[in-house]
Every structure is written in structure tokens, then in C-alpha cells.
């Protein structure tokens, strides 16, 4: 009986460590902070309706613009024809794939928020009901500051 005991316990000793190690692998690799793989740009894909990552169907013609600029614009197409929910998306989602953008979050965030209290007629309320943890909250400073 104390073998099996001993047994099971080396067992447990072994595998254990293995386990959380692969779980922990598998958890960092979902991170925000994690370049995306093919399966996100899928989801994105597919959740865009026509397969355009970024960019809608009756996107503004961007070229030449600093890219900043280009994502603004790409920005308020993504409020005036959805809502400020996936216009935010779509800045964390550039945020995560040009890091070179991101000393630009929080004006372009804030930017939303203002823009989002327009299309709603002033309803601060509803505007930032679409709030997200992007850009340290920059969003809901921009419906405030409307």
C-alpha cells in the first residue's frame, strides 16, 4: 500500500509541473501584448462582413495622410456607420499591430468620445455606455470633456 502511495506521489510530482507549464504557455500566448495569429485575423475577418481588416466597405481614401491621420479617419467611418463600440475595437486592435501609433491612443480615443456624444446628440450617457479599457480610459475623458 505505501508503494502505491509513493507511487502515485512520484506520478503527481512528474506530470504536475508539466502540466502547469504548458497551461501557462498556452494562457501567455492569448495575451493582448501577443503578436496576432491567423486564428484572431480570422475572427476579425469574419466579423467584418466582407473580409476588410480595418477598413469598411465605403472607407475614405487615406492615401498620403500620416497614419495617424489615416486612422482617425478610418476611426470615425467606423462610428458614423457602426458605433463607437467597434470604432474602439478597431483602435486597440491598430494599437496591438503598429505599436509605433500608440503615442497617438489617447488623443484618437479621446477624439471618439467626443465624436461618439455627437452622433448621439449630446447623450453622454449612451456614449459612454460604449466605454473599453483602451487608451487609459482616454474614451470616456472624451465624452466628458464634450
Known amino acids: 500500500m505505501k508503494q502505491l502511495v509513493r507511487r502515485i506521489g512520484q506520478t503527481v510530482a512528474l ?11 498556452l494562457a501567455v500566448t492569448r495575451v493582448p501584448w501577443a503578436p496576432p495569429t ?8 469574419a466579423s467584418s462582413g466582407d473580409g476588410t481588416i480595418g477598413r469598411t466597405a465605403t472607407a475614405t481614401n ?8 489615416a486612422l482617425r479617419v478610418d476611426l470615425m467611418d467606423e462610428l458614423r456607420t457602426h458605433n463607437p463600440g467597434t470604432a474602439l475595437d478597431l ?9 509605433a501609433l500608440t503615442p497617438y491612443c489617447s ?6 468620445g467626443k465624436a461618439a456624444v455627437r452622433k448621439y446628440q449630446g447623450d453622454a450617457q449612451r456614449a459612454r ?4 479599457p483602451v487608451c487609459d480610459g482616454a474614451f470616456a475623458a472624451g465624452v466628458v470633456g464634450q
Do not use: Y
Not at 492615401?63 to 495617424?68: I, K
Not at 483602435?91 to 505599436?99: D, H, I, Q, S
Not at 455606455?129 to 473599453?132: H, K, L
Open 107 to 112: 488623443t484618437l480615443a479621446a477624439d471618439l
Open 15 to 25: 506530470t504536475l509541473p508539466v502540466i502547469l507549464v504548458t497551461t501557462g504557455t
Open 62 to 69: 487615406t492615401q498620403g495622410m500620416a497614419p495617424q491621420d
Open 38 to 45: 491567423g486564428l484572431d485575423q480570422q475572427v476579425v475577418a
Open 91 to 99: 483602435l486597440e486592435r491598430t494599437m496591438r499591430e503598429k505599436p
Open 129 to 132: 455606455s460604449f466605454a473599453r
